[in-house]
């Protein structure tokens, strides 16, 4: 694992910012092992987002029989989707995981997500 350095309060409230002006349920940046940097969830949660994280780095670096891992993976659930981006900073040699979880219903979510996304590339 490489190690990296970067304001991490920052990044952690233009996601919470997003977050909370948006319908996002909550959002997870984490490293390419599942180890999480930043998540919006809070304490008090129902979600375990240590699982999450396992769970979503585990499907993307699933070595796939010799393909090249997926960028993206959605996850659709009864009341949520789940939606995993790999973040591929090429200036600064990075990757990261960011896991955000949205309501079904949710319109125009790849708007928010690449938001996100945006506010990690900068801050790199």
Request: a neutral charge.
């Amino acid at each position: 694992m490489k190690i990296i350095n970067f304001n991490v309060d920052r990044v952690q409230r233009e996601m919470q910012s997003v977050v909370d002006n948006t319908n996002l349920i909550g959002s997870i940046l984490c490293s390419q092992e599942g180890l999480i940097i930043i998540d919006t969830f809070g304490y008090d949660s129902i979600y375990n987002t240590e699982t999450i994280s396992a769970m979503a780095a585990s499907m993307i670096n699933e070595h796939n029989y010799g393909y090249i891992p997926p960028s993206g993976i959605v996850l659709i659930y009864d009341t949520e989707k789940i939606v995993i981006r790999n973040i591929n900073c090429e200036k600064k040699n990075n990757e990261f995981l960011l896991i955000s979880l949205i309501p079904v219903k949710m319109r125009y979510y790849k708007r928010q997500i690449n938001k996100l996304e945006n506010i990690i590339l900068t801050n790199l």
